[in-house]
């Protein structure tokens, strides 16, 4: 079985990789090659960021200026004229400081505007390939992972991308640039002491909001892991709602839920007063900083050393330092987020599919469609063997069924044939070429399937038959249909193709869904056809109807018939008994009857078991007996 990449050896999780390693797996997302206009954006966009630190920087002046003027006209004595042009000083300056103002936003906004399409471009581009990645990994790990599972990883992935590009480029490298500046401005402005005030009021803010957010981060993952849980339960509660019906059992799954709902009700609750601590925290540092420097500022303007607009000046510059500094608690922990939530995103891209198409693959060539087992040999788990030494073969244009007890390995021997996993012994092949030689996307193009439990997509029935060829014609859906004796009911359905499924099929019959099975495997029109129980789960009256439909299909085609039901499989041209993973007879129906072996034993059960059943029914036994011969 392939270790889970998200496990370390000893079943510790693995170490997370710093922000460095992950920009380092975003950077082809975030710089996007072959897309010269998001490139000219991403220039664009760090430009209008120097533009708008620069402004921001002036601002404070504009407003230092101002004051000045203003306290230079109320120091003019009583009655002195003022000069107009004196006068019209203020008023301009006052000016200037709005048109700063503006531009400042405007410049931010703009250069925002400009980076959010290279952003979601990242988001996309990750979010298809991560998706398509999930496609084309195996079948076991899909059965070990919960959907609902996956889907959050890929949500939150999609988000954390999102993030991480905004955080970065878009506040934390604005907030870097602007206190630099700051600290440059206060030294050159007034003195060294202001920028060592500055500095170490940063530095302590910093770090109080590291230690208390390193705090909340394990407390948010927590609160993850509950909503991830609570989501996973309602989600598997919801596709399984007949279920939940049959045995009443509202009130268990709602505990359920609730439970999950409870563990995340804590978590979230202590989320919000860890926050409550940290802003509390921020405030006293940001103040003590602030407090220091308008009492230096206050001390130079005492000994003339400086202006009352150099005391406004530093003022201004503090109060809007204050403003993305605010939010560097909030940066800190979302990128640490994002960071945890893009690395599972990655895990999943980079864990290897456990069936992969092998570097020197060839399209499989198939013509009649001869099937054929080799000394098959394969178990899911090394203790437990499943086929042993499994061999027959299915000649072009016949049909072969396979017979037996439950957990004889019949399903297994169709998985095999699709690629979801590798023998560890033995070869099948098509027509002579062994199929892990081939790619599987041509293997699974030549093969088609009716299993037994159809689960249909939440669409139309027209896309669910459509779904076997997508390039088909309306007529060709109807026609399809109509073999598939399906036609006549979907037409006098009042939205005809257009009809919804619901969830997982579940507004249609298990006879319609399998019927909707049949239509979209003759769309796809494959020479070799796989029918995995496909009327087991089905009545008497129907399976006749089903099987009529499967006769007609199967016509013509290499079919490997995969039963339970032993009427079923009365017309095969070979019929191979397994047994604990070996085939103990083979031979025709009657050969089979005749030789009083395992499927005659088999064959006795089963109809004294429809016999029994018919009675309890009120139908004739020996009727039963008739049709189901």
Known sequence: MTPDPAQAPGGTPPARPGLVATYRRLWPYLWPYGRPDLQRRVFLAFGLLIVAKFVTMVTPFTFKWATDALVAMTDRK???????GLLAAPMVLIGLYGLSRVAMAGLTQVRDGLFAKVAMHAVRRLALQTFEHMHRLSLRFHLERKTGGLTRVLERGRGGIEELSRLMVLTLVPTIVEFVLVIGVLAYEFDWIYSAVVFLMVAAYLGFTWKATQWRIEIRRRMNASDTDANTKAVDSLLNFETVKYFGAERREAERYDASMAKYEKASTQTYVSLAVLNAGQAVIFTIGMTV??????????????????????????????????????????????????????????????????????????????????????????????????????????TVAIVGPSGAGKSTLSRLLFRFYEPQGGRIRVDGQDIAAVTQSSLRAAIGMVPQDTVLFNDTIGYNIRYGCWDATDAQVREAASLAQIDRFVSALPEGYDTPVGERGLKLSGGEKQRVAIARTILKGPPILVLDEATSALDSFTEREIQDALDKVSRGRTTLVIAHRLSTVVNADEILVLDKGVIVERGTHQGLLDAGGVYASLWSRQREADAALAVLQGVDGERLMELTA
């Not at 009583?78 to 107009?84: E, L, N």
Request: no cysteine.
């Open 78 to 84: 009583a009655g002195d004229a003022i000069p107009t």
């Open 293 to 398: 420097v308008m009492w230096l500022a206050a001390r130079d303007i005492m000994a003339g050393r400086t202006t009352i607009g150099g005391f406004v000046l530093v003022n201004t510059m503090l109060i809007q330092l204050s403003m993305p500094l605010n939010f560097m608690g909030m940066i800190y922990r979302e990128i640490k987020q994002a960071l945890i939530d893009i690395d599972d995103m990655f895990l999943i891209l980079h864990r290897n599919p456990e069936i992969a198409d092998r570097p020197d693959a060839t399209a499989l060539k198939a013509q009649g469609g001869t099937v054929e087992f080799r000394d098959v040999r394969f178990a899911y788990d090394p203790a437990r063997p499943i086929l042993r030494g499994v061999s027959f073969t299915v000649p072009a244009g016949k």
